[in-house]
């Protein structure tokens, strides 16, 4: 195990120096890529029951050499450097402008979009002022915009992020607590903080069929949401027999490759013009 351990060491040192070279390349793309206009939001359907409801809001980078890159390989590095404010401030205006247009369209205008909001960007002083900001500039409804918080965020300064939190919601903005049951948040703060959703996050549904510690851990945060009054999502859900064991668990709120992919804005309004008739 020690000459395991020597080895790892050998090759860490190269490696955390080839990072930070290539960390401090990706970075001044992205702010590259930010001044000119190469992100992109894409919109995957959130269903309860039969019906499209709303939309999570997704990040794409399209790179105009590397073709997609994923968020996951960009946002914990625009988090760490800092670029996550800007680029979670370009987030929040699309959103509320693509919330605006949809206000315009009966079919579209009772759509909720949920953006994801990290921990950095939440913590700036005038977050609050900025998602009003956003909102006031499109004119746009506060009641169909809805953010994703992480358990991260419940873990420091609970009172400012409850005072954050109720100023947003006296709007009429709605929260979610994203990829529940990952980290470390305890049920009292649950109780303190006012969010209106909780979201069951993949790796429990995933295996919800065949490892029992899952299908438990699914169960209890639906009954755990039931009891304190808020909805449940369900986010990952990729076949129907997964669907139809939440759905036998009273959880009726879906996201999923099943029912849909994050997609272009185009392909989202005619999914849910589709379903309008
Ligand atoms: P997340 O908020 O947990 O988003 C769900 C991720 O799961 C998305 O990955 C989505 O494409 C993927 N997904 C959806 N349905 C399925 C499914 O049925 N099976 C599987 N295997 N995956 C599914 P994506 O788009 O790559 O985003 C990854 C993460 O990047 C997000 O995780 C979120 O934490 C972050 N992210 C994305 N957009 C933003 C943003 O605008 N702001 C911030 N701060 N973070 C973002
Ligand atoms: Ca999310
Ligand atoms: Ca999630
Ligand atoms: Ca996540």
Known sequence: AKAAGRDTLCFYEPAMQASVTARAALEADMRTALAQGQFVLYYQPQWERERIVGAEALLRWLHPHDGFVSPAQFIPLAEQSGLIVPLGTWVLQQACAQLALWAQEPALAQLTLAVNVSPRQFRQSDFVAQVLAALASHGTDPRRLKLE???????????????????????????????????????????????????????????????????????????????????????????????????????????????GRPMPEQDFEHTVRAQAH
């Open 149 to 259: 918080l992480t358990e991260g965020l419940l873990l420091e300064d609970t009172e400012a992020t409850i005072a954050k939190m109720g100023e947003l919601k006296r709007y009429g903005v709605g929260f979610a607590l994203d990829d529940f049951g990952t980290g470390y948040s305890s049920l009292a703060y649950l109780k303190r903080l006012p969010f209106d959703q909780l979201k069951i996050d993949q790796s429990f549904v995933r295996d919800v069929l065949t490892d029992p510690n899952d299908a438990a851990i699914a169960r209890t945060i639906v009954a755990l949401g039931a009891s304190l009054g808020l909805s449940v999502m369900a986010e990952g859900v990729e076949t129907e027999a997964q669907r139809a064991f939440l759905e036998r668990h009273q959880c009726h709120s879906w996201q999923g490759y099943l029912l």
